[in-house]
């Protein structure tokens, strides 16, 4: 893969800064304004993210933990011995290590991670735990193409695993990329394991997205500190506020930061005007439905094989293959 720096064997496709100021500045040229999410886990972010993950109105991560570890003997069971687990991100390896310790005898893993510093984390620890699987971690976005590494043991199938609804921060055509994207890189004989959350009382899922301790606005903002470092802006983190709101009609969570007042950002030599009141969409967490999970993988030429949610119905875990 062109552009691609080996150090110490890790695959490093990191984006740039001049690929983070390009991409910054064209969200924030836009109406309305808009930058992205997959910015927001650098070293801090992911470390702030992992708290989100112990606060208590996020159900998302237990809830998710549970379901894989009561379903685990049917999924091994569906997959079958010898697989390549490819992961898109790789957080913190807790449904990784059920993953892999519960599956029969896979080959390989390869976690493909936009985190430096989560990535060699995961590997690190997930190596040491399981010393007769092939690590082949790879730094990089996963919403672009990324060359995925051969196993020196031949795998029997490619199982792509996507956990944590992170699907859900990706809009439709977007969704719809990915899937397509798993389909091929997994292959005619390919699986996809996704964690998916599901639409519920919107109360619970704002509170999911609006914890009492503040994390997730800490979260939110540390977008901002991120690009003031490595890009140079100026955003004012007073400047802005956290806020997440369930949009029923399109169900999902939508995460603003909302300007306190008028003011001007400097980013690579421009300048933006921001109103008092004006937001900018940093997230969207899309939740689904049985139905519109299957609608989507359709559109990706993906069918449903399995569709396994917890007992309150709160989270799925959809088992897709090749239509
Ligand atoms: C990482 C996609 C699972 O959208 O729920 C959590 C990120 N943002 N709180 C989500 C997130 C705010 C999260 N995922």
């Not at 606005?217 to 690009?227: I, K």
């Amino acid at each position: 893969m062109s552009g691609a720096v080996e150090r110490g064997g890790l695959v490093d496709l990191q984006p740039t800064p001049a690929r983070i100021l390009a991409d910054v500045v064209q969200g924030l040229s836009a109406t309305p304004k808009r930058l992205p999410s997959k910015y927001f886990y650098d070293a801090r972010g992911s470390a702030l993210f992992e708290r989100i993950t112990r606060q208590p109105e996020y159900y998302l991560t237990a809830t998710e933990l549970a379901l894989l570890q009561a379903r685990m003997a049917d999924i091994a069971a569906a997959i079958g011995a010898g697989a390549h687990v490819v992961e898109y991100g790789s957080g913190s390896g807790r449904k990784t290590e059920l993953l892999l310790g519960g599956l029969d005898a896979p080959v390989a893993y390869t976690p493909v991670e936009i985190s430096r510093s989560a990535l060699e984390h995961s590997v690190a620890r997930l190596g040491a735990l399981f010393p007769e699987i092939e690590m082949l971690p790879v730094c990089a976005d996963f919403t672009g193409p990324f060359a995925l590494p051969v196993p020196a043991r031949a795998p029997a199938r490619t199982l792509l695993f996507f956990p944590g609804s992170t699907l859900g921060n990706f809009d439709g055509p977007q969704s719809v990329a990915l899937l397509r994207g798993m389909r091929d890189a997994a292959g005619a004989d390919g699986r996809a394991l996704i964690g998916l959350d599901l639409d519920k009382d919107p109360r619970r899922l704002e509170a999911a997205y609006n914890d009492a301790a503040g994390v997730t606005a800490e979260f939110t903002l540390n977008l901002l500190a991120r690009l003031n470092r490595e890009i140079g802006s100026d955003f004012d983190l007073g400047g802005f506020a956290h806020r997440a709101v369930y949009a029923r009609e399109r169900m999902r969570i939508e995460t603003d930061l909302v300007s306190l007042r008028a003011q001007t950002v400097r980013v690579g030599g421009r300048t933006f005007a921001f109103a008092p009141g004006e937001a900018m969409a940093v997230e969207i967490s899309q939740k689904y439905t049985r139905d519109s999970a299957a609608a989507l993988a359709a559109q990706a030429g993906l069918a449903l094989r399995a569709w396994w949610t917890d007992p309150q119905g709160d989270f799925a875990l959809a088992l897709l293959a090749p239509a």
